[in-house]
Structures are given as structure tokens and as C-alpha cells.
Nanobody
């Protein structure tokens, strides 16, 4: 089935951690760049991290660099976003998306398969 499913969102206190998962059917993530995006209320959707479709090179937005880690587990058909040191400004709906197969540079890929999103709320 051609769909991506995010999970792992929730309510967390500032400084806490969450791990988001982006899962798909067997093979639909293999060798595709995968991006994590977020959209906060009243703001445009932004890319915060992505991973290459070929060499697993990664990109992070400056505001999450050092706090978030993207990784891929091909055996589980899942891409993860480990988030730590969460801040209230990280509150948003988080989406994963798939780019064009075999594309190395995930920042320049065209993302055309999207999940439904998972809500992350960082609040005390």
C-alpha cells in the first residue's frame, strides 16, 4: 500500500524527548530520500531534517541541529526522528514525506508522498 504513517507524537515537557516514526510498506522507503517537516499554527510548513536516498547523508535545520537525529532502518521499513531537548517552539504537526528515488541530495528532492502527520506539543 502506497502510504506513509507517522507515529510517536504527544505532549512532552520542555527538555523532554520523543521519537517519531515514519513507516511504510516493504520497499516503499528503500533508496528514497525521506524528509521530516513540521507546521506550527499560523506558520508555513518547513523542512527540519532529511536523509539521502543513496548514502544516508543528512540535513538539519539550524534550529534543530544537535537536538534532533534522523535515521533509517530499512529492515523495519521505517525512518525515525529522535528529538531531544524539546522546546515550546518545537510544537507543531510533524509530517514525513518521500522524495524521488535514488536522489542523493535530500534538500533538493521533490516530495510527493506524505503522511497524515503527528502532533507534538511541548508544554509544561
Amino acid at each position: 500500500q502506497l502510504q506513509l504513517v507517522e507515529s510517536g507524537g504527544g505532549l512532552v515537557q520542555p527538555g523532554g524527548s520523543l521519537r517519531l516514526s515514519c513507516a511504510g510498506a516493504v520497499g516503499i522507503l528503500d533508496y528514497y530520500p525521506i524528509g521530516w517537516f513540521r507546521q506550527a499554527p499560523g506558520k508555513e510548513r518547513e523542512v527540519i531534517s532529511c536523509i539521502s536516498g543513496t548514502d544516508d547523508s543528512t540535513y538539519y535545520k539550524d534550529s534543530v541541529q544537535g537536538r534532533f537525529t534522523i535515521s533509517r532502518d530499512m529492515a523495519k521499513n521505517t525512518v525515525y526522528l529522535q528529538m531531544s531537548g524539546l522546546k515550546p517552539e518545537d510544537t507543531a504537526v510533524y509530517y514525513c514525506a518521500r522524495g524521488r528515488r535514488w536522489e542523493r541530495h535530500c534538500m533538493s528532492s521533490l516530495y510527493d508522498l506524505w503522511g497524515q502527520g503527528t502532533q507534538v506539543i511541548v508544554s509544561s
